[in-house]
Every structure is written in structure tokens, then in C-alpha cells.
Nanobody, 122 residues
Framework: QVQLVESGGGLVQAGGSLRLSCAVS????????MGWFRQAPGKEREFVSAITWSVGTTYSAASVRGRFTISRDNAKNTVYLQMNSLKPEDTAVYYC???????????????WGQGTQVTVSS
């Protein structure tokens, strides 16, 4: 059984930074991709960023490119999302997920965390 546990969310002022962590436990394939998605109130969940376990290739949505950085620590089985220059529109519940396939599609991911709230005040 694979479990994903996010942490690091919170309340921050616009322009501030947060680092989210996603700890992975259980048997997961190194061929998988780890993704971050977010869901704002009243909106559909959207892709934020992804990274491959094996090579570390990264992908990011245009809305966060240049502000958010995804990374992984294979030894710790942990994926991070460093979020800088946060904006009020970044407010959402952030989810990490593990899977394979097209990195920006929710249906590519098999396992999901419970989510962590990020709130950016203006």
C-alpha cells in the first residue's frame, strides 16, 4: 500500500514563500512520476508541477513557472515544492500524487495524498 503525506502548508502573505513536502511510503516504482496539483475553492483541481523519480525531469504549469520549483530526495522518498513569490491566487489545497503517463492529467496518477492548505493573504 502506497501512502503519500503532504506537509508544509499554512498562511503566508503575498510575496512570501512556503515549502511543501510529500513523504512517500510503501512500494512505489522508480519509473513513476510525482506530481503536485491544487484545488481552489469553487474550482477544479489543476496541475501545478511534476518530477520523474528516475531522472528528475521536471514540468511546471505556466502559472507557476519561475516561482515554484519541484525537487525530490530519493534517499528520503520525499518530493518537495518550493513556492516563492506567492500570490493570493495561489490559495488552494495542494495535493501530491504518484503515477505514470501524461504528467498533467489527473487520471495518470494512482495514489494521492490528503492535501495541505495553502492560504496567501493580500
Amino acid at each position: 500500500q502506497v501512502q503519500l503525506v503532504e506537509s508544509g502548508g499554512g498562511l503566508v502573505q503575498a510575496g512570501g514563500s512556503l515549502r511543501l513536502s510529500c513523504a512517500v511510503s510503501g512500494r512505489t516504482s522508480r519509473s513513476y512520476t510525482m506530481g503536485w496539483f491544487r484545488q481552489a475553492p469553487g474550482k477544479e483541481r489543476e496541475f501545478v508541477s511534476a518530477i520523474t523519480w528516475s531522472v528528475g525531469t521536471t514540468y511546471s504549469a505556466a502559472s507557476v513557472r519561475g516561482r515554484f520549483t519541484i525537487s525530490r530526495d530519493n534517499a528520503k522518498n520525499t518530493v518537495y515544492l518550493q513556492m516563492n513569490s506567492l500570490k493570493p491566487e495561489d490559495t488552494a489545497v495542494y495535493y501530491c500524487a504518484s503515477g505514470s503517463g501524461t504528467y498533467y492529467l489527473e487520471r495518470s496518477y494512482y495514489y494521492w495524498g490528503q492535501g495541505t492548505q495553502v492560504t496567501v493573504s493580500s
